[in-house]
Structures are given as C-alpha cells and as structure tokens.
Nanobody
C-alpha cells in the first residue's frame, strides 16, 4: 500500500519559516520523481516544487522561487520542503505527491498524501 505522510505544518507570521517532511512507503521511493503541491481555500490545486529521482534536478513554481527548497533523502524514504520568507498567500494545505507534477494532467489525479496545513498570518 502506497503511503505518503506529511508533517511539519503550522501557523507562522509573515517572514517566518517552516520545514515540511513527507515519509513515504509502499513503493520504490528512489525510482520516482516527487513533488509538493498545495491548495488554498477556494482555489485550484497547484504544484509548488518538484525533484528528480536522485535529487539532481529541482524546479520551483515562479510564486515560490528563491523562498522554498525541495530536497529528498532516499536512504530515509523522506521528502522535504523548506519554506522561508513565508507570505500570507502561501497559506494552504500542502501535499506530498508522487511524480513530476508539471506533467500530470489533470493535476488532481496525482497520488498524494493527506496534507499538512500551513497558515501564514500576523
């Protein structure tokens, strides 16, 4: 059974930081690209960051470039997302997802976990 379990969300003030983690089981983690996607209330699911199977290639959405960093530890079957310089518009449910999100249509079809909430407010 494929399992993607996110953690690390919370409430922070603008300018703050968080580190999200995703523990993976049920498939060969090191053979799959991985993504972080998010969904804000009333908005569509959007991809945030993607990373290749061995971590040599990463791509960030324009909205988070220079602020978010995706990484992975294949020995620990864990995916990470470092969120810095958070803005109120970053408030959303963040999901760990299997695959290279920008190529998946519709994005809602991507296999993902239950999510972890990130709330940015003053």
């Amino acid at each position: 059974e494929v399992q993607l379990v996110e953690s690390g969300g919370g409430s922070v003030q603008p300018g703050g930081s968080l580190r999200l983690s995703c523990s993976v089981s049920g498939f060969d983690f090191s053979s799959d690209a991985m993504s972080w996607v998010r969904q804000a209330p009333g908005k569509a699911l959007e991809w945030v960051s993607v990373i290749s199977e061995r971590g040599f290639s990463t791509v960030n959405a324009d909205s988070v470039k220079g602020r978010f960093t995706i990484s992975r530890d294949n020995a620990k079957n864990t995916l990470y997302l470092q969120l810095n310089s958070l803005k109120t518009e970053d408030t959303a449910m963040y999901y760990c997802a299997r695959g290279w999100a920008p190529t998946i249509r519709p994005l809602e079809a991507i296999s993902r976990g239950q999510g972890t909430q990130v709330t940015v407010s003053s």
